[in-house]
């Protein structure tokens, strides 16, 4: 039996991992002592950068946490991502940087997977897919509850079968990456229908995930059946987000107006706040992280230059709604929203 139902009972709002620097283990202490779950993110970080964020969490005393892992998927077809580089031409003279090979990895799959085994963190969350069912129990034997992400009832039915103890279901409004297990098949549905639906269809706890912005956001995902919320867009400018400065001013800038899906940066669909590249770049191919990797330099050097029009902006819909106050009091006034809604946080 998993300990994550007690765990969102007590602590249902939860803070997204968020992978590239943002979910940092200053993140995650801070919701954590103000009553939150936090998660750190080990997409995209070498094995030995986990271990360490997981040590340096335990270290100041905080256990009510997780760990989120990218399952990898199959490689793109050569040709698709020869045609991505040429597009990119413009982009890398501009930076005066080259792209980057276009790799296919797993993103050290079992490495993190031993990995997590030895350490069994409390939660550990899965997106871009639902791993075999022997690795869910590896992690739960090792003490860990597991939760995959999906994006439709198919997702959450296939990840429960699998010995899943719980789901989040990523509704359309949220900011990131599209967590499907095939992008072709996104539910793409909002988040309080998605949340009704997969509630209605599994047993195991629902986290709610999309657009929780406010105290009322988190109430009427609650109220369609979710056990717990997951926020990220919310803590993405806290003092305590690793996001990039040009990423938290854009989050705030009254010229950039509104979010889309977009596989230009990383050949993956991610909601990100409409800038210059995902305009110009409309077409990107299925391709992930083929994509990732050759437009990383680019997203770099755009970052040095402080250039926002270059960087990947991830943002859910509900961004300008993002305040830079301290994690704990965007914790703080979501409880009181959701209490004078009528619900607990
Ligand atoms: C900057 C950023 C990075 C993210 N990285 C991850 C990640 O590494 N793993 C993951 O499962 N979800 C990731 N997500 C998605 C969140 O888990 C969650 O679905 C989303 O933030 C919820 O919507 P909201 O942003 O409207 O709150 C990310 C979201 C953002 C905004």
Partial sequence: MSHLSDL????????APMAGGTSTPELVEAV?????????????????????QVAQVRGRGVSAFGVNVFVPGPAADPAVVEGYR?????????????PGAPAHDDDAWDAKID???????????FTFGCPDGNVLRRLQEAGSAVVVSVTSVDEALLAVARGADGVCAQGAEAGGHRAAFDPARDGNLPAVELVAAVAGAVEAPVIGAG?????????????????????????????ESGARPAHKRALADPALTGTALTRAFTGRPARGLVNRFVTEH????????????????????????????????????????????????????????????????
Avoid at 8 to 15: A, F, G, I, K, T
Avoid at 86 to 98: D, F, I, S, T
């Fill in 115 to 125: 990995l997590l085994e030895r350490l069994g963190v409390p939660v550990v969350s």
């Fill in 211 to 239: 657009g929780v912005m406010t105290g009322g956001d988190a109430a009427a995902l609650l109220d369609a059946g979710a056990a717990a919320v997951q926020a990220g867009t919310a803590f993405l400018r806290c003092p």
């Fill in 282 to 345: 409309p077409e990107a191919p299925d391709a992930y992280p083929e994509l990732h990797h050759m437009t990383r330099p680019l997203r770099a050097a755009a970052a040095r230059a402080g250039d926002a029009g270059g960087m990947a902006l991830w943002a859910g819909t509900g961004f300008r709604r993002a305040t830079d106050d301290p994690a704990a009091e965007v914790v703080g006034r979501m409880r009181r929203e959701a209490a004078l809604a009528g619900a607990r946080l």
């Fill in 32 to 52: 954590v002592r103000a009553g939150g779950t936090g998660f750190l993110a080990a997409g995209y970080l070498a094995p030995e950068r986990v271990e360490e």
């Fill in 8 to 15: 969102l009972r007590e602590r249902p709002l939860v803070q």
């Fill in 86 to 98: 040429g597009e990119l031409h413009a982009e890398a003279e501009r930076y005066g940087v080259e």
